[in-house]
C-alpha cells in the first residue's frame, strides 16, 4: 500500500468514526467479547428497528482465515451467532471439504443486525457497521479472507463489479489477500452454482494451507 493510499484509508477510518486501531494483545477473546458488550444496543441505523440480538461475529480470535458475509438472516437475529441456520450449514460442510473447521476461523458479515426480509442492505446501513468489522479485521489480523457473496466483495472492494469478475480475481482488504465465492444461501437457492464455488474454494485452500506452513 502507498503512503498516500494509507493516508487516504486511515482518513476514511477517522471519518467512519474508529479512532485508533488495536495491536496483537494477549487476550484478544476478552477484548471481542468487552466490544461485542459495547456495541450491542448501537442505534446508528434503522436495522436497530427489528433486531433481536446483535450479530456481532464468533471464532478464533487468532484466526488465520476471516470469514466475511453479508448480514444475518432470522435464525442468526434470534440466537446471536452468524451462520447458524441453513446457510450456515453449508458453510460449514463448505469448510469441511477444504479441510478448514469453523472453530479455527473467525466469521463476521458487513452488517450486524438482520436487514428486513432478508433484502441487501444498504449503503448507509452497510457505512454505520463498517466501523465494527474494520476493528475486528484489526484485532484478530487474519492473513487471508474470504467474502461470501456479492455484498460482501462490493462493499469491501469498493465497486459495484458483478460476482463472476470478483471471483476471478484475488483482491486484497487492509493489505490481506482476499477471495471472493458465493454466498451459501445463494447456492441453496441455485445449487448449479455449486460447481463453481468449489473451484473458488479449492483456490482459497491453496493459499489458506500454504500460510499455514
Known amino acids: 500500500m502507498s503512503t498516500r493510499a494509507l493516508i487516504q484509508y486511515l482518513e476514511y477510518l477517522k471519518s467512519s468514526g474508529v479512532s485508533h486501531l488495536y495491536t ?8 471481542l ?16 428497528a427489528g433486531r433481536i440480538k446483535f450479530v456481532y461475529g464468533e471464532g478464533n480470535p487468532d484466526a488465520v482465515a476471516m470469514i466475511i458475509g453479508e448480514g444475518p438472516g432470522e435464525q442468526e437475529n434470534l440466537s446471536g451467532r452468524p451462520f447458524v441456520g441453513a446457510a450456515g450449514q453449508l458453510l460449514d460442510k463448505m469448510l469441511a471439504a477444504i479441510k478448514i473447521n469453523r472453530q479455527d476461523v473467525y ?11 432478508n433484502r441487501n442492505p444498504e449503503a448507509a446501513e452497510r457505512l454505520a457497521c463498517m466501523p ?14 474470504l467474502m461470501m457473496g456479492l455484498v460482501a466483495a ?16 484475488t ?3 487492509m493489505g490481506i489477500p482476499a477471495y471472493v465465492t458465493y454466498h451459501p444461501a445463494a447456492l441453496l437457492r441455485n445449487p448449479n452454482w455449486k460447481k463453481p464455488a468449489w473451484e473458488d474454494l479449492q483456490k482459497f485452500q ?4 500454504a500460510l499455514l506452513g
Open 24 to 31: 496483537p494483545q494477549s487476550d484478544k477473546a476478552k477484548l
Open 154 to 169: 462490493q462493499t469491501l472492494l469498493g465497486n459495484s463489479e458483478s460476482l463472476g469478475w470478483h471471483r476471478e480475481k
Open 132 to 145: 465494527y468489522l474494520v476493528e475486528q479485521i484489526s484485532i484478530i489480523q487474519p492473513k487471508i479472507i
Open 171 to 173: 483482491h486484497e482488504f
Open 33 to 48: 467479547g468487552e466490544l461485542q458488550a459495547k456495541y450491542s444496543g448501537c442505534d446508528k441505523c434503522p436495522l436497530a
Open 107 to 117: 466469521i463476521a458479515n458487513i452488517v450486524k443486525c438482520r436487514p428486513p426480509g
Open 206 to 209: 491453496v493459499d489458506y494451507e
